[in-house]
Every structure is written in structure tokens, then in C-alpha cells.
């Protein structure tokens, strides 16, 4: 990546040889760090015969820019009865922005498409025609020109796109209320009641066509406005327009969730004991050794960023579960749609360092100490690194590349019976390891996760690895941080080892993160 050599934004780029179409580029100061950028190109209206070029073109860099998205701005040809100019420009201008995407730091995955009026017309022409290499991963459409049916459309928009005398099928073509499918994008389209210049119809019923094929789109009529206003200050609900686009495009990341411990983390519950619902998902009905969630997709301890559908097993792939099947299941059950975990569990380990207690590997987050080793992975003995160095991996093959963008929602652990010989230094030590990780993920992916919710669970007395002032450790942390947050296990249930979880406390570990993750996420019982 050559963000040095960025030109100073804005900066012009000819598509043409002659000049007659180029864009205009807006970077945000965020293209120069940090993960790449969504980036929207823009196409003003004109009834295909002029451009707006300013309050539906220019005047809309700034806005885009401070919500951390580039801006570029297409001056395309007008059409004079060849559509092949504009839809070729249009092409043009998503080529050029994918072909700079390293250069400007902008994520090829998360290009998208804006039009105005005619401009939308265009907009949703390449957002229902282009190839799927070229295709644009939203769409945004501001009082759009949508059918070229001759009683609906604008008559100068519909003329000077197809011609004087267009065949009936190019109506229909070029009608792209009739061209969604399912491999249309999302959209987001605003006009107003009182549009006397394109009849509201066409907006409406392109959105009506993407409802039918199960597109999510967001339709915005305000009472008044008429037409043409873009994001002149005169527009009445100008304000009211650039929040509800705000919060579009902001949209709804996908969620991530990290979970790290020692063995009642990776699972020692036999999937036998499984509860009813989740065995229910079970391909294999007599062990219970394969099977898959619905939505749920795990990268449990590996560090090639790819992640699997998920069934509960342990790191060693035997059919053993932890609480963290039950809050995966109930996540399910409350997002109904795609979620990543990224998981390192590893049994018999601890903080604390050196510990005749844990097998040779350590969490912890001392600098000095982490200077000197390096993850279990290449050799060393940090589970720390091994973990982060996981979420990493995830972030940069799998996470950056998914389009709504993703969102880390919690930090899920279970952790502390092998530091029962060193219980005086837990309160510090897992301080470091949550500050450690908070810190690690808000320099990695840009974004603040200073808060990043903390959900664990103490030891229960009848532990034979129970120590006083590790539970009081963990007492002190959730009291102390609002955002570190303690399951009272206390009083839990153990299998015969009276070390691990039996079924009956797994299942209600589980379920009460849940309960803090859901009241975090604002998520529907």
C-alpha cells in the first residue's frame, strides 16, 4: 500500500482521453490509516442532459468524508440517445476505484453507487446490470428516475437515454424496476410526496421489486420538497435525510464474538449431554459428533483466518462442549443471521508464569515476559499471542472482506483454576490480559474497544482448584469496570474431577452471558 503517494484530496482523474468524463475524488483523513474505507460513487441528475454537479455531485464530499467513506464523483457523458456513454462510464469509474483500491486504502468489496434523478436512473441501471465484478455493494437513490415505461417515467430522461424511438424491449430493459434480482444490492431510497418532476411510482415500485426478491432496502418519502433538492441547506428535512442516511450507512456489521480460557472453555461436557435444542442439529445421533449450527461460524484455535460452520467440540476435535455452545445457540436464536466466533481455548493453563499448575503455556500479558517468547503456535509458550495472532488472521482473510463490515461484540472467558497457587497476583494479571486484548483489537482494526465487554465466570468453591483471592479478583475487576462482567458460579455443579463443569452448570454459564450479551447488544429475547 503506497498511501504516501496519495495526491491531495480532492484530485481529478480523466476516464476519457478527452476529458469528457472523469471523477472526482474525496478520500477521508481515515484512508491513510487503519482498515480501508467504504468508498460511493456518485452520479448527479440532469435528465441526462446536464449535469447537477454540485449539490448532487460536489457539495456531498465533505458529508461522506466525515463519516469515514470516500466520495467520488462521476462526470459522465450525456447519453444523447447512446446509453453506452454513461453506463460505460459509470463501468469506467468502478474499474478505476477497484484498480486504486490498495493505493487509496479504500475496501474493493465495499463500493457502492449513488444517483439523483437521473443520475439514479444510472445508478440503478448498474446496480441491476453490471457484471458481478463490477457490481456495486449498495445503492443509494435520491428521487430516482427508475422505469423507462413511457407513462410513468421523466419523458426527457427516458428520450435522452434511449432515443427518440426506443424499441419496447429496451423499455423493458432499461425499466429497472423489472431487472432486480437476487444479486442486486441493498438500497437506500428518499424522495418526496410531492415530487411533481419524477412521479414517486418509480421509486416505489423499484422498491417493491426489491422486496419481492428479499433485498434489503429502506424507503424514505418526506411530505415535501418536490425535487432536485440533493443537500442544498434549503431542503426542509435535509437534516432528518443525512441522519436516517447516517444510520444506514452505518448498517448493521456482523457480529463478532471472541471467546479464550483454560478447559471448561474448550469443553469437557460430553455432547451426549448436549441440551435437547442443540442436539436436535446433530447429524450424528449417537455421539453427537458432527453437526452444525444454523448461523453461527467458528475459528477455533487456528491461525489461517478462515472459520467453519459450527459443532460443539474441543481443540482436539472429540465431542466434548462448554458454556459457550448455549450463548452461540441462544446468539442464533436472537440475530437470525450470520455471526463469527474466533476461539483459543487451551486446558491446564494460567496467567501466571512460571506455574507448576499450568502445562507450559501461559496468558500472560506481561510486556517483559511477551518480548521473550512468542506464541505456542510458532514454538513459544504465549496462548496470548497464539490468540491474537488468530483474531488477526481472521480479520485480515475473512472479516475485512465481508461488505456490512463487522463489529466485535463481547469477549467471552473462563479462565483461572490453574492460577490457584498464585491467587494473590490474579486481580492484576487478568487485568492486564482484558486491557491487553482491548487494547490489541482497537489498534488493529482502528475502531475504540476500550469498553469491549468483558463477560466471564468465577470457580465454584467445591472446586478442588478454588482459591479465595482469585475469586476475589474477579469480584473486584466487574466492580471496578462497568463493562467487566461477572456469572456468579460460586455455587456450580462438577463432574466427578471436581474440576469441570457438569451439563447442568455449563448450560447455565452459558445462558447467563447471554443474558449480559444481550442486554450489551440491545438484542430481542
Known amino acids: 500500500m503506497c498511501l504516501a503517494n496519495i495526491p491531495q484530496s480532492p484530485f481529478d482523474i480523466n476516464l476519457q482521453p478527452d476529458a469528457s468524463s472523469s471523477i472526482k475524488v474525496f478520500l477521508p ?20 442532459s446536464r449535469l447537477a454537479i454540485g449539490h448532487e455531485g460536489n457539495d456531498w464530499g465533505v458529508f461522506f468524508n466525515e463519516l469515514g467513506i470516500a466520495a467520488i464523483v462521476l462526470k459522465y457523458r450525456i447519453p444523447k440517445g447512446d446509453l453506452s456513454l454513461p453506463t460505460t462510464d459509470a463501468l469506467n469509474a468502478i474499474r478505476t476505484v477497484k484498480k486504486h483500491a490498495a493505493e487509496w486504502n479504500i475496501n474493493p468489496n465495499d463500493i457502492g453507487i449513488m444517483g439523483s434523478s437521473a443520475g439514479g436512473h444510472l445508478a440503478s ?102 425535487h432536485g433538492w440533493g443537500i442544498k441547506p434549503s431542503f426542509r428535512y435535509k437534516d432528518e435525510m443525512l441522519a436516517e442516511l ?31 435444542r442443540i442436539r436436535q442439529m446433530a447429524k450424528d445421533t449417537i455421539n453427537y459428533l458432527s453437526g452444525k449450527y444454523k448461523y453461527c461460524r467458528m475459528a477455533q484455535n487456528r491461525v489461517d483466518g478462515q472459520f467453519a460452520p459450527y459443532w460443539p467440540l474441543d481443540k482436539n476435535k472429540n465431542p466434548k462442549w462448554a458454556y459457550d455452545a448455549v450463548v452461540y445457540y441462544m446468539m442464533e436464536k436472537a440475530v437470525q443471521e450470520e455471526f463469527y466466533v474466533i476461539k483459543w481455548a487451551v486446558g491446564g493453563t494460567s ?36 490468540f491474537t495472532e488468530s483474531i488477526d488472521a481472521c480479520i485480515d482473510q475473512t472479516l475485512s472482506k465481508i461488505k456490512r463490515g463487522y463489529q466485535i461484540d463481547a469477549f467471552l472467558w473462563h479462565q483461572g483454576e490453574s492460577d490457584y497457587k498464585r491467587g494473590k497476583e490474579y486481580y492484576d494479571n487478568l487485568k ?32 478442588r482448584q478454588y482459591n479465595a483471592d482469585v475469586e476475589a479478583a474477579m469480584k473486584r475487576l466487574a466492580e471496578e469496570d462497568s463493562n467487566i462482567l461477572l ?26 452471558m447471554f443474558e449480559h450479551l444481550r442486554t450489551n447488544l440491545k438484542l430481542n429475547d
Open 29 to 48: 483523513p481515515t484512508a491513510k490509516a487503519g482498515q480501508p474505507v467504504k468508498a460511493v460513487i456518485i452520479c448527479p441528475g440532469g435528465g441526462y
Open 125 to 226: 441501471t448498474i446496480a441491476t446490470h453490471a457484471p458481478q465484478e463490477l457490481r456495486p455493494a449498495f445503492q443509494i437513490l435520491f428521487y430516482p428516475v427508475i422505469t423507462m415505461n413511457p407513462q410513468e417515467t421523466h419523458s426527457g430522461s427516458r428520450k435522452n437515454f434511449l432515443g427518440e424511438n426506443p424499441t419496447a424491449e429496451m423499455e423493458r430493459l432499461y425499466s429497472n424496476e423489472l431487472q432486480v434480482t437476487e444479486n442486486t444490492p441493498q438500497a437506500f431510497i428518499t424522495l418526496s410526496d410531492n415530487d411533481k418532476t419524477v412521479r414517486p411510482i418509480n421509486a416505489i415500485k423499484y422498491y417493491m421489486a426489491l422486496q419481492e426478491k428479499g433485498i434489503p432496502a429502506s424507503l424514505h418519502i418526506y411530505p415535501s420538497g418536490n
Open 246 to 276: 447516517r444510520k444506514w450507512l452505518s448498517g448493521n456489521p456482523v457480529h463478532v464474538l471472541i471467546t479464550a480460557g483454560q478447559s471448561n472453555t474448550d469443553g469437557r461436557v460430553s455432547n451426549r449431554l448436549l441440551p435437547y
Open 351 to 386: 496467567i501466571a508464569y512460571p506455574n507448576d499448575t499450568a502445562k507450559g503455556a501461559f496468558w500472560s500479558a506481561n510486556p517483559k515476559w511477551l518480548s521473550k517468547t512468542t506464541s505456542t503456535e510458532k514454538g513459544g509458550n504465549s496462548l496470548l499471542l497464539s
Open 432 to 463: 492486564a490480559v482484558v486491557a491487553y486484548v482491548r487494547t490489541h483489537l482497537s489498534g488493529k482494526t482502528g475502531k475504540d474497544y476500550s469498553k469491549l465487554p468483558f463477560i466471564f465466570g468465577s470457580i465454584p468453591k467445591n472446586s
Open 487 to 512: 456469572v456468579d458460579m460460586s455455587n456450580g455443579e462438577l463432574q466427578d474431577d471436581q474440576v469441570h463443569f457438569n451439563e447442568k452448570s455449563a448450560e447455565y454459564l452459558g445462558k447467563q
